[in-house]
């Protein structure tokens, strides 16, 4: 079963930018697809963007188009969320993901989850 371990969250000002890690391990967590999501207080956990780990593949939502992206560095089994103009309203404990089926947002149907990392916004 797959590991993941995210750091990189933060305080940032709006319009400012924040890269968080989500380091995986495990023999088999290359055969996943992956999911960063993100909870706001009150808020269902949503997702924000999928990816294979394997590379390739990558959807974002809405609401992050064209400011949330994916990068990965195979060597270190890491995958890497660049979020540039920040949002107030992209303050939220985000996680990293992984599972077998790509794109859903069901959070049931993800079998590993990082601890999350916090990701504050001031305007």
């Known amino acids: 079963q797959a590991q993941l371990i995210e750091s990189g969250g933060g305080l940032v000002q709006a319009g400012g930018s924040l890269r968080l890690s989500c380091a995986a391990s495990?023999?088999?967590?290359?055969?996943?697809?992956g999911g960063w999501f993100r909870q706001a207080p009150g808020k269902e956990r949503e997702l924000v963007v999928a990816?294979?780990?394997?590379?390739?593949?990558?959807s974002v939502t809405d609401s992050v188009k064209g400011r949330f992206t994916i990068s990965r560095d195979n060597a270190k089994n890491t995958v890497f969320l660049q979020m540039n103009s920040l949002k107030p309203e992209d303050t939220a404990v985000y996680y990293c993901?992984?599972?077998?089926?790509?794109?859903?947002?069901?959070?049931?149907?993800?079998?590993?989850w990082g601890q999350g990392t916090q990701v504050t916004v001031s305007s």
């Open positions: 990816f294979t780990w394997s590379g390739g593949t990558t």
């Open positions: 495990g023999r088999t967590f290359r055969s996943k697809f």
């Open positions: 993901a992984a599972g077998n089926i790509y794109g859903t947002p069901k959070v049931e149907l993800y079998d590993a």
